[in-house]
């Protein structure tokens, strides 16, 4: 079953990916065809969806791959420099969108209506045909629980979102098709496209945000710093800890060190703080914890403690 879900679940990747990707091109054509600037940039956020969910299936591969002497943590952090590179790209592209839409703004030119209302149509049905896929695909796999599912579940969540985010970019074009038709005010088509672009600057800064708050290692936002080093602190056995250090490799997989001054050395004592210490730390969601244990005598050998 495992196996099998897996397999799916990749499969409405896969097929979401050349879905989108052929798509953005058949977008991009009527775009010009329609000589609609919103056809244009909704082409160019499908094209980027499509190219995210391609590096999520390939970084889902390589993250897998297991640690090496020259990456001592494996490979997870490599999704972030997709996520960085991705996040560029689409500032610099919503920018430049944003200079093209003001232009068609300015300088209102004939849209076809009719055109950019069969390609809403068809970009609603595909990106919804998309989403089902990922789904139905994610579904069977919720069911396994562990580390590595949880990040399937983040990816597909990540990409349901982009695919539903294009059905709503398209459900706009949809509408603004429809009163250009009735009205002929084809300053609309200018308006829709600044949204378009201001939609995906705000989202790209958002996650350009996000991932550099990773890349510098800030503790994890799901992960309460103080409430920990306080629940810490009542384990029966533990005076006091400090030099307490919470990051994430990736977002969702979190690494943890801290020194605790126990009040005791005996080895089965000893063993049961460790054990109620690393207990603790797995339910705020720390998976990769260090653990140094002091007496209070032993007084610890770093200055800054």
Known sequence: MEHHSHH?????????????LSFSIVEIIGGIFTNS???????????MDAMAIGMAVLLEKLSGRKRTPA????????????ALGMSL?????????????????????????VGMLWLAVLGIAVNGFAFLRIKSGGSHHHAHHHAHAHGHNHNSRAI??????????????LAGAIVIYFTGWFWIDGVLALAIAAFIGYNA????????KVLLQAVPE????????????????????????????????HVGSLHAVVNTS?????????????????????????????TAQSDCSLVHC
């Open 37 to 47: 600037t919103a056809i244009i940039a909704d082409a160019f956020h499908d094209f």
């Open 266 to 294: 005996d080895q089965v004592l000893e063993n049961s703080i460790r054990t109620a210490i690393v207990a603790l730390l797995k339910e705020h969601n720390i998976h990769h914890p260090t653990i140094q244990l002091e």
């Open 71 to 82: 990456f001592s943590y494996g490979y997870k952090r490599f999704s972030l420099l997709s």
């Open 205 to 212: 800064t958002r996650n350009l945000i996000s991932t550099m």
């Open 8 to 20: 799916h679940h990749k499969n409405g990747l896969t097929t979401a990916f050349w879905l989108n």
């Open 160 to 173: 349901m979102l982009h695919l539903l985010e294009d059905v709503l970019g398209w459900a706009a074009v």
């Open 89 to 113: 790209f689409l500032l610099t592209g919503a920018v430049l969108m944003a200079i093209s839409a003001i232009k068609s703004l300015l300088n209102p030119e004939a849209v076809h209506s």
């Open 222 to 253: 799901n992960v309460n710093q103080d409430q920990i080093t306080h629940k810490l602190s009542q384990i029966n056995g533990v005076q006091s800890v400090h030099d307490l250090h919470i990051w994430s490799l990736d977002g969702s997989y």
